[in-house]
């Protein structure tokens, strides 16, 4: 147990991946952190009117070498433009690996994942059904995950925390994908976490060999949750090359975000599992190298 301890406090990741960031425009960055406030008092500290540069600061002082760069439309018509933003960002920032998004009530859905992906040289798409205001297995978005599956384009979509956000619970919906879309490259964001039990994920994980889980926002939950803390130990220990992590900054837990990393250390038992989950899954995904 001492050694162990020991070994742990030299131990750190070789890179740094951050696979869940939201820098989107100072519009809906203000939203964002004052949303995530009341449950998050750490944010309390960052500014309403923080700059990209500040966030990106940020992100650089504490380590990150790259990100996922997550932004979603709230509502039909907004997507193009959005995606557009996203290009433009990334091109003057090279740590940033931008996701598209679309909204299950846009028109032009295959013309918007042509875009993106070919003309915009976007990475994947993220949806949040949530905040989006659709189910994840509506039927207009059949088509989108379809195409997506054929292009091996990876997907992250939003699940758990259902309390939180006063909606129904994501698990049944989240198997139903799996299910339907079994060799889509996808990403359980928040792993369903408080409406599917972590002991659940080792299963999933060998029956589809393409899910991806990213442990966002788990980490300061399961610090102060013993049983559910043992459960993540485990599920790292034994699928590390399936886990992403993620702060989900500046809408996340817990800021700065290098709190984060510390019990992303704390939690792996080995330098493998520490270096998996904190780069290399998420470069794996992407086709990125560091
Ligand atoms: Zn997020």
Redesign the pocket.
């Known amino acids: 147990m001492q050694d162990q301890t020991r070994e742990k406090k030299n131990m750190n990741p070789r890179h740094k991946v951050d696979a869940?960031v939201?820098i989107m425009t100072p519009r809906r960055v203000r939203g964002g952190i004052k949303w995530v406030r009341p449950v998050a008092p750490d944010y309390e500290n960052l500014s309403l009117d923080v700059s990209t540069e500040q966030l990106l600061a940020h992100l650089e002082e504490e380590g990150v070498e790259a990100f996922y760069n997550?932004f979603y439309p709230l509502k039909p018509g907004e997507s193009e433009e959005i995606n557009e933003w996203q290009r433009s960002f990334a091109d003057g920032c090279p740590q940033a690996i931008p996701f598209a998004s679309l909204h299950a009530g846009d028109e032009n859905k295959s013309a918007l994942i042509s875009q993106a992906l070919e003309r915009l040289g976007l990475v994947g798409f993220k949806f949040?059904p949530y905040i989006q205001g659709f189910a994840l297995m509506d039927n207009r978005l059949f088509p989108v995950f379809q195409e997506l599956e054929e292009r091996q384009c990876p997907v992250v979509f939003?699940t758990g925390f259902s309390e939180f956000y006063r909606q129904p619970s994501m698990v049944e919906d989240t198997i139903n994908f799996l299910k339907r879309y079994p060799r889509l490259k996808t990403i359980v964001?928040h792993m369903l976490y408080l409406d599917l039990p972590i002991a659940d994920w080792p299963r999933l994980l060998e029956e589809y060999p393409n899910l991806y889980l990213d442990i966002?926002n788990l980490l300061p939950y399961c610090s102060s949750d013993m049983a559910d803390k043992e459960q993540l130990q485990f599920l790292i220990g034994t699928h590390s090359s399936r886990i992403l992590f993620g702060s989900?900054f500046p809408?996340?837990t817990l800021y700065p975000i290098g709190q984060l990393h510390d019990l992303a250390i704390d939690i792996c038992s080995d330098q493998i599992s520490l270096d998996n989950i904190m780069w290399r899954t998420a470069c794996n995904i992407v086709g990125k190298t560091l």
């Open positions: 869940h939201h997550f949040h939003h964001a966002t989900d809408m996340g």
